[in-house]
C-alpha cells in the first residue's frame, strides 16, 4: 500500500508541477506579446504556455538533444516566469470550487487516482512498442537526425507532441516522465473545462470530453504515450472556447483573448498529427474574419503562430525532405536525405489502404469504394453506435433546416461551428478512416448537432439546455465513466511502476555496413539506437551521411 501511495504521488506532483511550470511560460508570453487582459483565465495563461514551451524546445532541438539540461533550463524559465499572486487566486478558486462541487470532485479524484495507477503500467498501444519509444529516444540522446525517415517512415512523422514527452522524460535520470504526458493534457482539458463550466452552453463541450472518455477509459490510446489522445483533448479545449466566443464574449478584451487562443492552438494542433490539419483549417476559417491585422496584438499572436510553423516545417524538411511528411507537397527532392518521392507516397498508400482494409493489396482497396462495406463490418459496436447517432442527428437537423428555413434564430451564428469537425470527418473518411485517427471530431459532432438541433426547434431549447448544464446530467456521465472503468479493473492493476520490457535484439548489417539492432520479437520498445521494428532489407542502400556518425543523418541515395 505504501509503493502503490508512494507512485500516485510521485506522478500527480509530477504533472502538477508540470503545469504550473506551463503557466510560468504562458504568463511570460502573455505578456510578450502584449495579452494583458486582466480578466483572462488560469487556462488560457496554460494554453499558451503549453505552446510556447513546444516551439522554444523545437527550436532548440536542431542544436542540442532534449534531456535533462533543456528540461532543467525549461522548469527554471517556468517557475521564474510565475506570477504568484495569480497562482494563489486560482488556487483558492479551486479549493471554492471542491465545496461548491464535491460529487464532481470526488469522481474527479478517482479519475485521478486510476489514471495514475495506469501510466505507471507497461503502455499496451502497440504503436508504442513499434515507434512512439523509439522517437523519444532519438529526441532524448541527439539534435534533430537529418533523413531520419529512411530508417523509417514512422521517425519521420512530425509531431510535435513526442518532443514535449522527451522534455518529461529527463533522460538519462528519469525515463519515466513520458507516461505522465497523456495525463498533463487531461489535467489541462479538464482545467480549462471547469472554468468555464458556469457559461453558457459549456455543457456540451464537457459532453464531448465525456463522451470521449467513455469510449477510450479502457482502451490502450488513454494510457500510451500516442498522439492520437492529445489531438482529442485540445479539439474538445477548441470546442468549448468556440463555444465561449460565440455565446458568451461580450467585450471586446475577452474576445480578443479567446480568438488568439483559437489561432494559437489550431496552429499547434496540426504540429500534433497531421491527420488534424483540417480540423485547424476550419477554425481559421472560423477566426479569419475577426483578425485585425493592424491591431498590435494580433499582429503579435500572428507572428508567434508564424514562428512556430516555420520552424515545424524546417524540422519536417530535416527529418524527411518534406515539411508535411508522409505528403510530398513542398517536399525537396534534392536534399541528399530526402525522401524519394515515390517511396514517400507508396508510404501514404499503404497508411491509408491499412486503415480501409488491412487484408487486401493497396492497389485493390484504393480502386473503389467497395473496402466501405468491410469497414463498417470491422467496426466496433461502440463506434456503429456514435457513427449511426450522428448521421441521424445529421439528418433531423438538415430536415428542420429546410422545413423552417425562414424561422430559424441563430442558425448560421451555431453552423459555422460546423466547420472543423466537418472537415476533419470528410478528410478523415477520404484519407485513413481509422477512428483513432479521428481524435474527437465525431463526439463534438454529436454535441454540436444536439446544440443546432435545440436552435432549430423552439419549444425544446431551454429543456436541453437545462439537461446539459444540470447537475444530474454532469452526475450521470461521470457515473458512467466510472462503471467503465471500475469493469476494466478486471484485468488487475500492479501498485508498482512497471519498465519497459527488455527486448532481446540481434544486429544485422546492410550492404553499406550500417549496423542495426532488429528485435526478435518484431518490435523495438526502448531499445538501443538505431532499432527497426519490423523487416530489414539488407540490401537497402541506406547509409549514413557521415559513416561511424549516426548524428550525421541517413540518405538511401548515392
Keep these: 500500500?505504501?509503493?502503490?501511495?508512494?507512485?500516485?504521488?510521485?506522478?500527480?506532483?509530477?504533472?502538477?508541477?508540470?503545469?504550473?511550470?506551463?503557466?510560468g511560460w504562458g504568463n511570460l508570453t502573455s505578456r510578450a506579446i502584449g495579452l494583458?487582459?486582466?480578466?483572462?483565465?488560469?487556462?488560457?495563461?496554460?494554453?499558451?504556455?503549453?505552446?510556447?514551451?513546444s516551439i522554444f524546445i523545437e527550436a532548440c532541438h536542431f542544436f542540442v538533444p532534449i534531456d535533462w539540461r533543456l528540461t532543467t533550463v525549461v522548469a527554471i524559465f517556468g517557475i521564474l516566469s510565475l506570477n504568484y499572486?495569480?497562482?494563489?487566486?486560482?488556487?483558492?478558486?479551486f479549493k471554492s470550487f471542491l465545496k461548491k462541487k464535491p460529487f464532481v470532485s470526488f469522481f474527479s479524484l478517482l479519475i485521478l487516482l486510476y489514471w495514475s495507477l495506469r501510466v505507471i503500467q507497461v503502455p499496451?498501444?502497440?504503436?508504442?512498442?513499434?515507434?512512439?519509444?523509439?522517437?523519444?529516444?532519438?529526441?532524448?540522446?541527439?539534435p534533430i537526425i537529418p533523413g531520419i525517415a529512411n530508417l523509417s517512415f514512422t521517425y519521420g512523422f512530425n509531431q510535435s507532441y513526442f518532443e514535449f514527452l522527451a522534455l518529461l522524460k529527463t533522460f538519462p535520470y528519469f525515463n519515466k516522465g513520458f507516461e505522465c504526458g497523456g495525463m498533463i493534457f487531461f489535467l489541462i482539458t479538464s482545467l480549462t473545462l471547469l472554468e468555464r463550466s458556469s457559461k453558457k452552453y459549456i455543457g456540451f463541450a464537457f459532453f464531448s470530453f465525456l463522451l470521449y472518455l467513455i469510449?477510450?477509459?479502457?482502451?490502450?490510446?488513454?494510457?500510451?504515450?500516442?498522439?492520437?489522445?492529445?489531438?482529442?483533448?485540445?479539439e474538445v479545449i477548441i470546442f468549448s472556447i468556440?463555444?465561449?466566443?460565440?455565446?458568451?464574449?461580450?467585450?471586446?478584451?475577452?474576445?480578443?483573448?479567446?480568438?488568439?487562443?483559437?489561432?494559437?492552438?489550431?496552429?499547434?494542433?496540426?504540429t500534433i498529427k497531421l491527420s488534424s490539419l483540417f480540423f485547424s483549417i476550419g477554425v481559421f476559417l472560423i477566426v479569419i474574419k475577426k483578425i485585425i491585422v493592424k491591431d498590435k496584438l494580433f499582429l503579435r499572436a500572428i507572428l508567434f503562430c508564424l514562428s512556430?510553423?516555420?520552424?515545424?516545417?524546417?524540422?519536417?524538411?530535416?527529418l524527411s525532405g518534406s515539411p508535411l511528411f508522409p505528403s510530398t507537397i513542398g517536399s525537396l527532392q534534392n536534399l541528399p536525405?530526402?525522401?524519394?518521392?515515390?517511396?514517400?507516397?507508396?508510404?501514404?498508400?499503404?497508411?491509408?489502404?491499412?486503415?480501409?482494409?488491412?487484408?487486401?493489396?493497396?492497389?485493390?482497396?484504393?480502386?473503389n469504394f467497395h473496402w466501405v462495406t468491410f469497414w463498417i463490418k470491422k467496426m466496433p459496436v461502440r463506434n456503429f453506435i456514435y457513427l449511426l447517432t450522428a448521421i441521424l442527428l445529421l439528418g433531423v437537423n438538415l430536415y428542420l433546416v429546410i422545413k423552417h428555413r425562414n424561422k430559424i434564430a441563430d442558425k448560421f451564428k451555431i453552423g459555422i461551428l460546423f466547420l472543423p469537425v466537418f472537415g476533419s470527418i470528410i478528410f478523415w473518411f477520404l484519407t485513413a478512416p481509422d477512428f483513432r485517427f479521428l481524435g474527437a471530431s465525431l463526439e463534438i459532432f454529436i454535441a454540436l448537432s444536439i446544440l443546432y438541433f435545440s436552435h432549430l426547434t423552439s419549444f425544446s431549447r431551454d429543456k436541453i439546455r437545462k439537461i446539459f448544464e444540470a447537475k444530474i446530467f454532469i452526475k450521470y456521465m461521470l457515473t458512467i465513466l466510472m462503471v467503465q472503468i471500475l469493469v476494466s479493473l478486471h484485468n488487475g492493476i500492479d501498485g508498482e511502476w512497471q519498465d519497459i520490457p527488455f527486448v532481446a535484439t540481434r544486429k544485422i548489417i546492410n550492404k553499406s555496413g550500417l549496423i542495426i539492432n532488429a528485435p526478435i520479437n518484431g518490435l523495438c520498445w526502448d531499445s538501443d539506437l538505431p532499432c527497426m521494428s519490423g523487416d530489414i532489407d539488407t540490401n537497402s542502400p541506406l547509409h549514413l551521411l557521415k559513416d561511424g556518425e549516426l548524428s550525421s543523418g541517413f540518405s538511401v541515395k548515392n
Design 1 to 23: 500500500m505504501i509503493t502503490i501511495l508512494n507512485n500516485i504521488l510521485i506522478v500527480l506532483s509530477f504533472c502538477f508541477i508540470s503545469t504550473f511550470i506551463l503557466f
Design 36 to 53: 494583458t487582459n486582466p480578466n483572462k483565465l488560469f487556462s488560457t495563461q496554460l494554453l499558451i504556455g503549453l505552446v510556447s514551451v
Design 85 to 93: 499572486s495569480s497562482l494563489l487566486n486560482y488556487i483558492n478558486l
Design 124 to 142: 499496451t498501444n502497440a504503436d508504442t512498442a513499434g515507434y512512439h519509444l523509439q522517437t523519444i529516444r532519438w529526441l532524448n540522446q541527439y
Design 215 to 234: 469510449a477510450h477509459s479502457a482502451g490502450s490510446t488513454l494510457f500510451s504515450p500516442t498522439p492520437d489522445l492529445i489531438i482529442a483533448f485540445i
Design 242 to 270: 468556440l463555444i465561449d466566443y460565440t455565446f458568451n464574449a461580450k467585450d471586446k478584451n475577452s474576445q480578443k483573448e479567446l480568438i488568439i487562443l483559437l489561432l494559437v492552438l489550431s496552429t499547434y494542433l496540426f
Design 308 to 318: 512556430f510553423i516555420v520552424i515545424h516545417f524546417l524540422s519536417g524538411y530535416i
Design 337 to 367: 536525405w530526402a525522401v524519394p518521392a515515390d517511396q514517400a507516397k507508396s508510404l501514404t498508400q499503404i497508411i491509408y489502404s491499412w486503415s480501409r482494409n488491412p487484408y487486401l493489396p493497396s492497389e485493390q482497396v484504393l480502386r
